[in-house]
T-cell receptor, first 116, second 115 residues
Framework: AQKVTQAQTEISVVEKEDVTLDCVYE???????LFWYKQPPSGELVFLIR??????QNEISGRYSWNFQKSTSSFNFTITASQVVDSAVYFC?????????????FGQGTRLTINP | DGGITQSPKYLFRKEGQNVTLSCEQN?????MYWYRQDPGQGLRLIYY???????QKGDIAEGYSVSREKKESFPLTVTSAQKNPTAFYLC??????????????FGQGTRLTVV
């Protein structure tokens, strides 16, 4: 069975600090997708990134970066120079490669609070 | 603007009543989904549909029903058989490209409370 674990329930940092959100996953599939979503106080989930299991290259998008390591089954998310607007709940998710979104398995989420 | 619209934002239900949550998308996405979110937990899949007039049960379908009469619409009915319906409900949609589903895009959610 697929499983996603986000061990950090809550993280609180001061603005401008760097912060890393951990995600560890379990799957027997050799091909799969990993996702990160942001849930601001308004409630909707905002898509941040999708990675497939074939591509272990790290990705950087502005202040956001992702570190995918198949050897440790981890897909960690780092925010550099955090800002108050980054405060949200962040979810890591895993899906079967072909069934994609319809088989998303979510972690429990990490509540990130950025204090001014 | 394209997006997913859920209504109402807040919904109160008396015990024993059925209620229907609305979800409409104008993204021309093929697939639509309903997820349930409980406090401090991740999302769990209730139902999903890849095509009009067809849908499948997710992990926690008991006490829920859906219909997909139009591509744009995927309403969820929470029936009286759902023993613990108080939760945050999120609707999502995704595009099918051949055999692959793209990432899901979510609505703003409906918070259902049983009173």
């Amino acid at each position: 069975a697929q499983k996603v674990t986000q061990a950090q329930t809550e993280i609180s940092v001061v603005e401008k600090e760097d912060v890393t959100l951990d995600c560890v996953y379990e799957t027997r599939d050799t091909t799969y997708y990993l996702f990160w979503y942001k849930q601001p106080p308004s409630g909707e989930l905002v898509f941040l990134i999708r990675r497939n299991s074939f591509d272990e290259q790290n990705e950087i998008s502005g202040r956001y970066s992702w570190n995918f390591q198949k050897s440790t089954s981890s897909f960690n998310f780092t925010i550099t120079a955090s800002q108050v607007v980054d405060s949200a709940v962040y979810f890591c998710a895993l899906s079967d490669y072909f069934q994609g979104a319809q088989k998303l398995v979510f972690g429990q989420g990490t509540r990130l609070t950025i204090n001014p | 603007d394209g997006g997913i619209t859920q209504s109402p934002k807040y919904l109160f239900r008396k015990e024993g009543q059925n209620v229907t949550l609305s979800c409409e998308q104008n993204l021309n996405h093929d697939a639509m989904y309903w997820y349930r979110q409980d406090p401090g937990q991740g999302l769990r899949l209730i139902y999903y549909s890849q095509i009009v007039n067809d849908f499948q049960k997710g992990d926690i379908a008991e006490g829920y029903s859906v219909s997909r009469e139009k591509k744009e619409s995927f309403p969820l009915t929470v029936t009286s058989a759902q023993k613990n319906p108080t939760a945050f409900y999120l609707c999502a949609s995704s595009l099918l490209r051949g055999q692959l589903n793209t990432e899901a895009f979510f609505g703003q959610g409906t918070r259902l409370t049983v009173v």
